[in-house]
């Protein structure tokens, strides 16, 4: 080999257009350790929980992601199933973004998302992720479940009392319709707690995430075309959502153009207020607007989701919200906040790699069981289920709640 | 695929099949680094978890002829870790013990895989710390004291190699053998008084052996610093006045640097310096147990910087922003280290040429530098620091290019080539030096020098196997 080639493959069209940001990355590797020094306290940890598992160099942090964009880039690598494996089983948690100094930090998450989305013209995409993505086309849905069904959660009571006009949209998600439905029940009821001016849609689809995660663009825009459109179809002014990932489609996504978000890609002009449910009770507690009428008296230790905390920079809502609660005491995990631990299930991991996805969640599970709390809380449906199915794989004592659960326990009741 | 499959089994049997790997996929990182030295691919790389498993990948390579080439994060900015002949890349991270913290003697002992982030953390705890260099927190701390790192305690102890208090290592042929006071008993307080055949292996960029195990000596965190600075209008005005302050002995670190280093990114290409700017930019970190003690130290400075004044030493009061500051106190950092600084905007190709120098000749090296550089359309973004009260001192010349361009790729190579060729006969010896260094550097070489070296080489390692073709003589 000699020196450095330029680039040659332009057929790699997703990657190139991000090829000036990867050839920032200087192969540092700082990306694969959680840093911070000068504090009262040293903290280091590693943050890459791909790398954590499979220790290669390939696998560890933005560097893996450069030096295979690089590769390919330059024909030096094909699209084989080994770099199928070290692209699809990051879990896009963003910890080796958070860290990285050198200009490749903003498009890192970009371009991770384009060598998956290089990954479907071979067709080295994980089977499972074929397989939701064929369903998710006519069902809007990855839960291989009916769109028909998506409201199916919703007690008709309610689901008839809903207004056709609202400030608001709850935009439930995927995961709070079709499989954590007690987390979207707990929503309304708080919601109607709060007073919330808010309706739910009989149309959402799929946010998209999945699809963005996962490289599959042009999906994703029809997903973000349809669901933009709710806002005026009940006059709403923003979504107000469960799940970190919804919140980041929307917010990001949806709203965000290169190398940050899509915007360039879905071509849509939108550009609404996205909040996440935790945020709007935060702002209630604010203007003193929350009566609780109840107790909460355990130790709750609180997971940040990678999508609503590094992704979206928001970390203090949820605890505002948890501190607030009568009786709970709140105590933290050593990787917190920026420097918070994947659950292992983002990313399209859950799906394609499911062994690896639990055990992610379990060292983040015995993380949480060290601090002595008993319940372990997140602000996301879909770390909730990856975190849940790890407490009881490990057969825990703790018990998984939402934030929004927790607050339904303490509101309304006399 | 890489190396063969017949291999690879037997790499499989000894580390299990998730740790040894010969798909050019998963290998490719291996095969370059952020300098300009040519890529080659390893044929195997295996991630070894303990001592036994690293004898009997050692006994494996002797008798396939095959080479071994010991990785952690190859981050040492001289393409030491690219495996020149292939081979099998040994990939230590999975070692990242600290085994011990003994405060009572004052060191700490280590495996390879332990980051400057894992050992300053926990060293903290304890209220002590090492000497934290200029790079990635990721980057393995022992790696960087057998390879001469350097560190922010330069101008008390001298660079880290010298703060080595024992080791372990497996020989090329498969043999362990402990050294200094952990030869004899369970503690690893010192290399003395024995013979120093640690020196059999720091140095020596991974050729002689694998370093498994590392004590080194530890110090307590001085709870109160400063960071004083100066400038200057030149490289003899700067020199003169590192002198006359670092014999005194005070300080923990004095380096300084020129106006390109100092920009945030360095200038890439090159950009003229403001006419009514400093060329030279210094600071000192002093440390104490007390604020009698930084006060005291703060006025024996001034005293050197009115008496170098004085004798018409062109100094010129200069404060470096908080954030700076900040920079050299709480190291490491990842913002010092993560080559932001350096290639920022560039194309992310970072390498240099330097480094260890007489100081008398600094001036001399930097201004034939300078023209070099500027010749070649690069920014003279050189560092003076000193190691160790008076003795020796680092001159460095942190140089980053484009590597989307093999032009640029060349034109760096070339212009830091021919600074070595400049630089050897004024006294200056290259650290971590790639081997196209070398070829000059052995140009100027003693011939005694060279026959022990490679009769040294030839005994440790008689199949030579240990990272082939890096030290220009075997």
Redesign the interface.
Same mark, same amino acid.
């Given at each position: 080999m000699g020196a450095e080639h330029p680039l040659i493959r332009k057929d790699y069209e997703k990657l190139a257009e991000v090829y000036n940001y990867i050839s920032m990355c200087t192969h540092c590797t700082n990306c694969r350790t959680l840093y911070e020094y000068g504090q009262k306290e040293n903290f280091a940890a590693i943050g890459c929980p791909q790398g954590d598992k499979f220790m290669l160099e390939s696998y560890f942090g933005s560097k893996s992601k450069s030096s295979i964009a690089r590769g390919l880039l330059k024909n030096k690598l094909q699209y084989t199933d080994s770099v199928m494996h070290a692209v699809f089983t990051c879990t896009t948690c963003g910890a080796c973004q958070q860290m990285c100094e050198t200009d490749f930090k903003p498009a890192i998450m970009r371009t991770i998302e384009a060598l998956r989305a290089e990954a479907w013209r071979f067709g080295k995409v994980p089977e499972a992720i074929k397989r939701w993505s064929a369903h998710v086309k006519v069902e809007r849905n990855p839960y291989m479940e009916k769109h028909s069904d998506r409201l199916n959660w919703l007690p008709s009571s309610v689901r008839n009392s809903l207004p056709k006009k609202a400030e608001y949209v709850y935009f439930v998600g995927c995961t709070a319709s079709y499989r954590q439905k007690q987390i979207a029940l707990a929503t309304v009821n708080v919601f109607k707690a709060l007073g919330v001016d808010f309706t739910i849609a009989e149309d959402e689809w799929c946010c998209g995430s999945p699809m963005f995660r996962t490289g599959q663009w042009d999906l994703a825009k029809e997903f973000a075309e349809h669901n933009t459109a709710l806002l005026d179809k009940y006059g709403a002014e923003g979504f107000i959502t469960s799940c970190a990932g919804c919140y980041k489609a929307l917010k990001k996504d949806y709203q965000e153009g290169l190398p940050e978000g899509y915007k360039d890609k879905l071509g849509i002009d939108f550009h609404a207020k996205v909040l996440h449910s935790t945020q709007v009770v935060a702002e209630r507690l604010k203007k003193g607007e929350v009566n609780f009428t109840g107790k909460f008296e355990k130790v709750v230790t609180y997971h940040d989701p990678c999508h609503l905390g590094r992704h979206c920079e928001v970390y203090e809502e949820p605890r505002e919200v948890l501190k607030a609660i009568p009786g709970v005491k709140l105590v933290e995990m050593e990787r917190t906040r920026k420097f918070s631990f994947c659950c292992g299930a983002g990313g399209g991991v859950r799906a394609a790699f499911p062994e690896y996805s639990l055990e992610t969640a379990a060292k983040r599970v015995e993380e949480a069981e060290g601090t002595g709390a008993e319940i372990l809380t997140s602000a996301c449906p879909f770390c909730y289920r990856n975190l849940k199915d790890a407490l009881e794989a490990k057969g825990s004592n703790m018990k998984m709640m939402d934030v929004i659960e927790i607050l339904n326990e303490v509101l309304g009741k006399k | 695929m890489g190396g063969n499959d017949r291999i690879l089994k037997q790499l499989q049997e000894i580390v299990g099949p998730?740790?040894a790997?010969n798909?050019?996929?998963? &290998?490719?990182?291996?095969?370059?680094?952020?300098t300009?030295n040519?890529?080659? &691919?390893p044929d195997y790389?295996v991630?070894p978890k303990t001592v036994e498993q690293i004898q009997r990948i050692l006994r494996l390579a002797n008798r396939e002829r095959i080479p071994v080439v010991p990785y952690v994060?190859?981050?040492n900015i001289g393409g030491l870790c690219i495996p020149e002949e292939g081979g099998i890349l040994m990939?230590l991270?999975?070692m990242d013990q600290i085994l011990e913290i003994n405060t009572e003697t004052g060191y700490a002992v280590i495996e390879p895989g332990v980051?400057h982030?894992?050992f300053?953390?926990a060293l903290?705890?304890h209220g002590y710390e090492f000497g934290w260099g200029v790079h990635?927190?990721?980057?393995s701390v022992l790696a960087m004291a057998i390879n001469h790192g350097i560190g922010h305690l330069n101008g008390r102890f001298g660079i880290n190699s010298q703060m080595i208090s024992s080791m372990e290592v497996v020989l090329p042929t498969g043999e362990v053998a402990k050294i200094g006071s952990c030869a004899y008993s369970n503690s690893w307080h010192s290399l003395y008084p024995l013979p120093m055949l640690a020196g059999l292996f720091i140095g020596w960029i991974g050729t002689t052996g694998i370093v498994t195990k590392l004590g080194v000596w530890i110090s307590k965190i001085r709870p109160y610093k400063e960071v004083l600075t100066i400038a200057a209008e030149s490289a003899e005005d700067i020199t003169k006045y590192m002198v006359a302050w670092r014999d005194l002995e005070l300080c923990d670190e004095v380096t300084a640097v020129s106006w390109w280093l100092a920009q945030i990114p360095i200038p890439y290409p090159y950009k003229e310096k403001p006419a009514d700017e400093p060329e030279w930019y210094s600071y000192t970190v002093i440390s104490g147990w007390s604020e009698e003690e930084i006060a005291y130290k703060k006025k024996m400075w001034k005293e050197v910087v009115e008496r170098e004044k004085a004798k018409g030493v062109k100094l010129i009061d200069y404060e470096y922003p908080p954030e700076a500051k900040?920079g050299r106190t709480?190291?490491?950092?990842?913002?010092v280290?993560?080559?932001?600084n350096?290639?920022?905007?560039?194309?992310?190709?970072?390498a240099w040429p330097g480094t260890f120098t007489p100081a008398k000749n600094w001036p001399i090296i930097y201004n034939k530098w300078k023209e070099i550089y500027i010749r070649h359309n690069l920014s003279p973004a050189v560092r003076f620091t000193d190691y160790r009260g008076c003795h020796y001192g680092m001159l460095r010349l942190m140089t980053p290019f484009?590597?989307?361009?093999?032009k640029a790729?060349?034109n760096a190579r070339e212009a830091m080539k021919e600074c070595i060729e400049v630089g050897v006969p004024l006294g200056m010896i290259p650290y971590k030096p790639p081997v196209e260094y070398w070829n000059i550097i052995n140009k100027y070489a003693d011939p005694g020098w060279i026959m022990l070296l490679t009769k040294i080489k030839d005994c440790l390692d008689p199949n030579h196997i240990m990272n082939p073709g890096k030290l220009g003589v075997r």
């Open positions: - | 998730e740790y790997t798909d050019e996929a998963l &290998m490719y990182p291996y095969s370059y680094d952020l300009w040519d890529p080659h &691919m790389v991630l994060t190859g981050t990939d991270k999975r980051s982030a894992k300053s953390a903290k705890k990635p927190a990721s980057a900040r709480e190291l490491p950092s990842r913002i280290g993560s080559t932001k350096y290639s920022k905007a560039c194309g992310g190709g970072l484009d590597k989307r361009d093999p790729v060349q």
